[in-house]
């Protein structure tokens, strides 16, 4: 199977640390130029730095999804730098911890900003960048959901939960307005990573013996579990794939 992203402008979106981080250099890795973005400028740079040491390309932006002013700077950007856009990898996310009774508005407004809104925006704003000036080769959007949104909801994680949800219906809407100007959008719906959003529950014994009870392959996801699936996502071999939405959580939530 082609993997290869040879020539690809690829942005990935909260990729300072986790996920994201693993993510773009596994893009880069293939071939592909990477806007690495996250909130916090050192992260992003980083990162970048990792890339050009490893061979990469990569450019540092640090841009707040949420925000239209900021994601309009991410991917004009990617298209300063190198004249084009192929690639767009939905994956900041924030998860503010509270039960509902006490969830402070502010909070539920700012995880919806972040993982939903963005999402929106993100699409909106690169979708038209592909569907104007990708004529011939299309373009490709993944959105990281969670299993929280689908089948699993996470206890004191409302917001989270429900912007999670959200993903899932605005990408498949997302892949059928899409389609015909030749942009793919598929969804990955991670179970749990060991990743820095997952430190603290890791810390906790309880809540560790839980998860490998109710994970059959015994373990939590390594990031690379993740970068790989959107890799294949990326690459010409899952050419037939749009509106899809793929669970990757070692068995986690298998009916
Ligand atoms: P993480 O370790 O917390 O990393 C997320 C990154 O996104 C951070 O560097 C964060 O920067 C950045 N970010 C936050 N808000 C942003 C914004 N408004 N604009 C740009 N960047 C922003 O999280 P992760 O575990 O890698 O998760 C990545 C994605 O996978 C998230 O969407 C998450 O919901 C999803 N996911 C993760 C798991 C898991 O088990 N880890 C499971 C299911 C789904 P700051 O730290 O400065 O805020």
């Not at 300072?16 to 990477?34: C, D, F, N, P, S």
């Not at 906790?204 to 890799?231: C, H, S, T």
Request: charged share 20%.
């Amino acid at each position: 199977m082609n993997l290869s992203l040879d020539g690809k402008v690829a942005i990935v979106t909260g990729a300072g640390q986790g996920l994201g981080e693993t993510i773009a250099r596994t893009l880069a890795t293939a071939g592909a130029h990477v806007v690495v973005d996250d909130l916090n400028p050192d992260r992003a740079e980083r990162v970048a730095k990792k890339i050009l040491s490893a061979g990469g390309q990569a450019i540092a932006v640090a841009a707040d999804v949420s925000s239209k002013f900021q994601c309009v700077k991410l991917v004009e950007a990617a298209r300063i730098e190198w004249g084009r856009l192929d690639i767009l990898v939905n994956n900041a996310g924030i998860e503010p911890v509270s039960p509902i009774l006490k969830l402070d508005e502010w909070d539920w407004d700012r995880c919806i900003d972040v993982n939903l809104k963005g999402t929106f925006l993100m699409s909106q704003l690169c979708g038209r960048v592909m569907a104007e000036e990708n004529q011939e080769r299309g373009g490709i959007i993944v959105n990281i959901s969670s299993i929280a949104g689908v089948e699993s909801p996470l206890m004191h994680r409302a917001a989270y939960c429900a912007s999670k949800a959200g993903i899932v219906g605005f990408a498949r809407e997302c892949a059928r307005e899409f389609a015909p100007y030749g942009i793919r959008v598929n969804t990955i719906v991670p179970g749990v990573f060991e990743t820095p959003m997952t430190e603290n529950a890791r810390q906790n014994p309880e809540i560790m013996a839980r998860w490998k009870r109710e994970i059959p392959l015994d373990r939590l996801g390594y990031p690379q579990e993740i970068a790989d699936v959107v890799l294949f996502l990326c690459s010409p071999g899952s050419s037939y794939m749009t509106g899809s939405t793929i669970t990757v959580d070692g068995g986690k939530v298998m009916r």
